[in-house]
């Protein structure tokens, strides 16, 4: 990630600390990973990178223990998300339209659930490609495994399943690139379980 963006993580991990469990893992590899994946020319990073960093601060405002599957609770964390991320960008000086912006894609992020493709939203589909992929990278399967105490070789499915429901959405993925990096993690996930 570029350095210009440090002093948002630096900002944002102090609420990671405080949300999920596996806050802070997910958010440093959504940061290593989606500017390798995702140049500045096909989606603008100053949007993508705020979206990353901040879309799930507002989990530090939802009290412990909760379902973060629950509609309800995927919407609470929205808003609070998008109330962090003015908190944030406004301290770092960010122009309006930009912090704007970002408050409306963070309130945005987690619509997949209520049917959203995000097909009419750029930044939403590239930054939703990652923050799907995740469940399968090597520490997300077992965070989010653990997380939702299923066991290992159903957990792979399971996530089989929720790619295919993505795509029976209308969703897609963004690039040929985030496509062949999923197939990767998978492939080294089933290669791990030896199936
Ligand atoms: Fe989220
Ligand atoms: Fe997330």
Same mark, same amino acid.
């Given at each position: 990630m570029e350095n210009k963006f440090l002093p948002l993580l630096e900002l944002a991990l102090p609420y990671y600390e405080k949300g999920r469990s596996m806050d802070v893992e997910h958010i440093k590899w959504l940061c290593e990973t989606v500017p390798k994946y995702i140049s500045d020319s096909e989606v603008n990073h100053d949007i993508l990178m705020p979206v990353a960093i901040l879309? *799930? =601060? /507002? @989990? +530090?405002k939802i009290p412990k /223990? !909760?379902? !973060? @599957?629950?509609l309800n609770v995927r919407k609470a964390h929205s808003e609070f998300g998008a109330q962090i991320a003015e908190e944030i960008m406004t301290k770092l000086d960010y122009p309006r339209d930009t912090i704007e912006e970002v408050k409306r894609l963070i309130l945005k992020h987690d619509d997949w659930a209520f /049917? *959203? +493709?995000?097909? =009419?939203?750029p930044v939403l589909l590239a930054f939703n490609n990652f923050d799907f992929m995740w469940m399968a990278s090597e520490k997300g399967f077992e965070l989010c495994r653990s997380n939702m105490n299923i066991e290992p070789v159903k957990y792979y499915h399971l996530v089989e399943k929720f790619n295919k429901d993505n795509l029976d959405r209308g969703s897609r993925w963004f690039n040929s690139r985030t496509e062949e990096l999923y197939y990767k993690l998978m492939a080294d996930r089933r290669k791990e379980l030896g199936i």
């Open positions: 879309h *799930d =601060t /507002g @989990y +530090s /223990g !909760s379902d !973060s @599957y629950n /049917g *959203d +493709s995000f097909i =009419t939203e």
